[in-house]
């Protein structure tokens, strides 16, 4: 089996890099018509990390994860790490990175990096969640747009 793989995903999105990762640093509020609920399982104001859970809908079905989430406020990076759920059905390891580069004084780049160890070769790479990813970081952008 190969050992830990990685997928990319690049999305430009029209807003400052400053505006779109706050709705990632305030750790809340950054919810979607594709995520059903999100709970912060444990929360330590002087901490840049938390635990959630979500809930979330990929190719019509309802799926959970538990995760870790780590914010680098001065690289504008936030780490997700799976710690249970749907997606460690098919992976040993699961963890998402997403970077928010500055492109210009008004629009960003939503970098999108997945490292994942699959639980045997028959696993597909998880294209399913990098295309939930995709959905997501539009609709995240079109409703902070329209709230602006």
């Known amino acids: 089996m190969a050992g830990v793989q990685t997928l ?3 999305i430009q999105v ?3 890099a400053e505006r779109f990762f706050k709705t990632f640093k ?11 609920a999100v709970s912060v399982h ?5 901490s840049n990390s938390s635990i959630q ?23 504008k990076s936030v780490s997700f790490l799976a710690l249970e759920g749907d997606v460690l059905k098919q992976y040993k390891s699961y963890k998402i990175t997403l ?18 160890e699959k639980l045997n070769d028959d696993i597909p790479p998880p294209t399913r969640y990098t295309a939930f990813v995709a959905d997501y970081t539009r609709d995240l952008e079109t409703r902070l747009l329209f709230e602006s």
């Open 8 to 10: 990319e995903l690049e």
């Open 14 to 16: 029209n807003m400052t």
């Open 26 to 36: 305030k750790k809340e509020g950054n919810f979607t018509d594709k995520t059903e």
């Open 42 to 46: 444990r929360d330590d104001p002087t």
């Open 53 to 75: 859970i979500w809930n979330f809908i990929v190719d019509g079905k309802m799926e959970q994860i538990k995760e870790k989430i780590e914010v680098d406020e001065e690289n």
């Open 99 to 116: 970077d928010v580069v500055p492109k210009d004084d008004q629009v960003c780049i939503a970098k999108w990096t997945w490292e994942y």
